[in-house]
């Protein structure tokens, strides 16, 4: 097929950019294309997007294809991830496929509408909203999800730079992601105030502990609501301590998974057996 009627996916450029290396270009010059493209019925690329480039850089008029039977929008962008399972990624661009995935979960299973394998999941257990597409795209990423959701907010915002014109912060950001840790990263973007904090306060303004106005409840809500507000404050000065001598990113994701199990019970969100202590 002509190499000109082909057509890059743009959910490829957003994920991996794709650009080849010397020893793809060395190889696609002497050898040609030696494994067809796979591209949809239109043209456009689902795998094989360095080939294409490289073939573009040497002049390659022709290029072998192979087309799928995909038609789905939504399966032809899980297919383009999926072919790029076996590549070595860097933070930043699986951040971008749990990103991806996540809104294709979440365009399939949209609120309000009963999933498709629903049967699978447990009676007893509660509708967690948002929960289960979250995890879903995570462990495809391999990653734990509340740190594919935190590498996620710090991809929105060096896009947002970047749309800024604030090319040099967007770089350091991505740097910092890439080479140091998602929480790193996630951590200096809330110092600088484009991520913001869900810190004591907030819980503090949200849910006041009112003693005279409401007895505890049977499920130890009022107890429950003291803990959390007791915790937050036991975080705050640890955290204050630990990033003194920069030993915080090592536990904070410990302490955030406590506040988010302890503030789902006193909001009722956790299942039944775990509310009592």
């Known amino acids: ?29 002497a050898h040609g294309i030696l494994e067809p493209i796979l591209v949809t019925k239109d043209g456009r690329i689902i795998s094989g997007h360095r080939r294409w480039n490289a073939a ?3 002049g390659l008029e022709d290029v072998p294809i192979t087309v799928s039977e995909l038609t789905d929008e939504l399966d032809i962008q899980e297919a383009i991830i999926e072919a790029n ?5 860097t933070p930043e661009q699986r951040a971008r496929e749990f990103k991806a995935l996540k809104e294709i979960e979440g365009k399939r299973n949209p609120p309000g509408n009963p999933r498709s394998d629903k049967k699978l999941i447990p009676a007893n257990l509660p509708e967690l909203k948002g929960t289960e597409s979250r995890t879903r795209a995570a462990e495809k990423v391999g990653m734990k999800h509340r740190t594919a959701e935190k590498a996620s907010k710090v991809v929105t915002v060096i896009d947002a730079l970047e749309k800024e014109g604030k090319l040099a912060d967007s770089s350091a950001l991505r740097e910092m992601l890439n080479k140091k840790s998602v929480h790193r990263a996630y951590s200096t973007a809330q110092e600088l105030k484009l991520i913001p904090k869900n810190g004591k ?3 503090a303004k949200q849910r006041p502990i009112q003693v005279e106005q409401k007895l505890p409840e049977p499920n130890h809500a009022y107890v429950l609501n ?4 007791g915790f937050q404050t ?18 904070q994701e410990f302490f955030d998974c406590i506040s988010e199990k302890y503030e789902q ?4 969100k956790a299942p039944e057996d775990q509310r009592e202590f």
């Open 85 to 89: 399972k076996q590549r070595k990624k």
């Open 56 to 58: 573009v850089n040497i």
């Open 1 to 29: 097929m002509k190499r000109t009627d082909l057509k890059p996916h743009p959910l490829n450029s957003w994920v991996y950019g794709d650009s080849y290396d010397n020893e793809l270009l060395e190889s696609i010059r």
């Open 201 to 203: 306060k907030k819980i």
């Open 234 to 251: 036991m975080k705050e000065n640890f955290r204050r301590t630990l990033e003194h001598y920069q030993l915080w990113d090592s536990v």
């Open 226 to 229: 003291s803990f959390i507000t």
């Open 265 to 268: 019970v006193c909001e009722g």
